[in-house]
């Protein structure tokens, strides 16, 4: 699996903000982001295609943080009138997943295709927003840089409510649980889990 996503730095997820959480989801409502909804049964839906496009385990939590940030990108694209071609993600979508073999499997569940598709574009899209040209363009790390802080501010007026179920959206994430590429954990995220599994086992009683 491609390192693509770590290595430029266009995961959306790595995006600042804390959200409110009055408004609250609707049911069945995994997230509700502006006036876009993602149903429970989506985010189970992709994370299976996508587990099985892997070959490993794809988190459901890590499945919803990937769809938030996507909607998230999309509308502030939208806000700025940022345009993201078919081309532009079907060459972004390659620089994800590099792995030939991988690729294939993705191409051939449209539902990991799909999923990987607005991931490329959500990248394409923060690129742009930062004033560049896209994942070729030389200055592409300066260049999503600004797009994350432009989406950072952008994204003061989009609500973003995650069900009590997953966990709470902050920082760009789902409890940290996000790894800025679709196969690798964060040290962040490796770090907290290590330290709750610690905790976990020093709380079992001993015998």
């Not at 966990?167 to 196969?183: P, V």
């Amino acid at each position: 699996m491609s390192r693509a996503l770590k290595a430029l730095g266009v995961a959306a997820a790595t995006v600042l903000l804390a959200s409110g959480c009055a408004a609250g989801t609707h049911p069945g409502a995994a997230a509700v982001v502006g006036d876009t909804e993602i149903s429970v049964g989506d985010v189970d839906k992709v994370s299976r295609a996508v587990s099985g496009a892997l070959g490993q385990p794809f988190e459901t939590k890590v499945t919803l943080s990937e769809l938030v940030n996507n909607a998230l990108v999309r509308q502030v694209r939208d806000q700025r009138s940022v345009t993201v071609t078919d081309a532009e993600t079907a060459a972004a979508m390659k620089l994800v997943v590099r792995d030939p073999a991988a690729y294939q499997k993705f191409e051939s569940d449209p539902v990991a295709k799909e999923f990987l598709a607005n991931v490329a574009a959500t990248a394409v899209a923060t690129i742009k927003l930062g004033g560049g040209t896209g994942v070729t363009d030389p200055q592409v790390q300066q260049a999503q840089k600004a797009g994350l802080t432009i989406v950072k501010d952008a994204a003061k007026n989009i609500e973003v409510d995650v069900a009590p179920r997953f966990g709470k959206w902050t920082d760009g994430a789902i409890d940290g649980a996000i790894s800025g590429s679709l196969s690798e954990e964060s040290a962040q995220a490796k770090a907290k889990r290590e330290a709750a599994e610690a905790q976990q086992q020093q709380q079992q009683p001993q015998g």
